[in-house]
């Protein structure tokens, strides 16, 4: 499930350190905006989502933040594990469409003992 | 695992042969979406369908011929394709229009190749 050969920005981060992964979006009318991970061999796993009437969801070690001013979306995951090294996509829509999610490229995060 | 799967996780074709892939989902799920994770571009929306009727064509070849029989099978009929259509196939699935969650459910993909 990997991308292979896509040459993706990487963020390299020490095991303990929080970590975080930003994306900006582009269509100031997506209302709905979901992260997915995506570990090598595997199709993208839900990890967590946001709707555009609130500006910060916590879940457990990662919390999702919205600018919508700035059309921008961060990920933070704290106390970063080998386990998270993957990567994560953000991914937009309109809850007045039929569920159709835009992706973003994707950011590869390393992890390092 | 995410109730989605799919086979088979590999498939080598030539640009002449005629082969399918298939997702099946366990999940009580009204939508089924294909689509396409390449090298050269994060992943694209192919195909959707809702209660077994296409809803999205996003543009794709005619040498890719979707089809959903039920609400828990899809399937991605391949012929004539090109070197370019090599990438990973990835299957999804979600509660639809009718449902309160628009969170996708994917499976593992097929690795195709296209000699």
């Known amino acids: 499930g990997e991308s292979v050969g896509l040459h993706l920005p990487t963020l390299s981060v020490q095991e303990g350190d929080n970590s975080i992964i930003n994306c900006a979006y582009s269509n100031s009318a997506s209302d709905y905006f979901i992260w997915y991970k995506q570990e090598s061999g595997k199709g993208p796993q839900f990890i967590i989502d946001i709707r555009s009437n609130m500006d910060k969801r916590q879940g457990q070690r990662v919390t999702v933040l919205l600018n919508k001013t700035v059309k921008h979306l961060s990920l933070q995951i704290a106390a970063t594990q080998p386990g998270d090294s993957a990567v994560y996509f953000c991914?937009?829509?309109?809850?007045?469409?039929?569920?159709?999610?835009?992706f973003g490229a994707g950011t590869r995060l390393a992890v390092h003992p | 695992e995410t109730g989605v799967t799919q086979t088979p996780r590999h498939l080598v074709m030539g640009m002449t042969n005629k082969k399918s892939l298939k997702c099946e989902q366990h999940?009580?799920?009204?939508?089924m979406y294909w689509y396409k994770q390449s090298a050269k571009k994060p992943l694209e929306l192919m195909f959707v369908?809702?209660?077994?009727?296409?809803?999205e064509n996003n543009s794709v070849p005619s040498r890719f011929s979707p089809e959903c029989p039920n609400s828990s099978h899809l399937f991605l009929h391949l012929h004539t394709l090109q070197p370019e259509d090599s990438a990973l196939y990835l299957c999804?699935?979600?509660?639809?229009?009718?449902?309160?969650?628009?969170?996708?459910?994917f499976g593992p993909g097929t690795r195709l190749t296209v000699t």
């Open positions: 991914a937009e829509t309109n809850s007045g469409g039929y569920n159709k999610l835009i």
């Open positions: 369908y809702n209660f077994k009727e296409q809803t």
């Open positions: 999940l009580g799920h009204n939508a």
């Open positions: 999804a699935s979600s509660q639809g229009l009718a449902g309160a969650s628009y969170e996708q459910y």
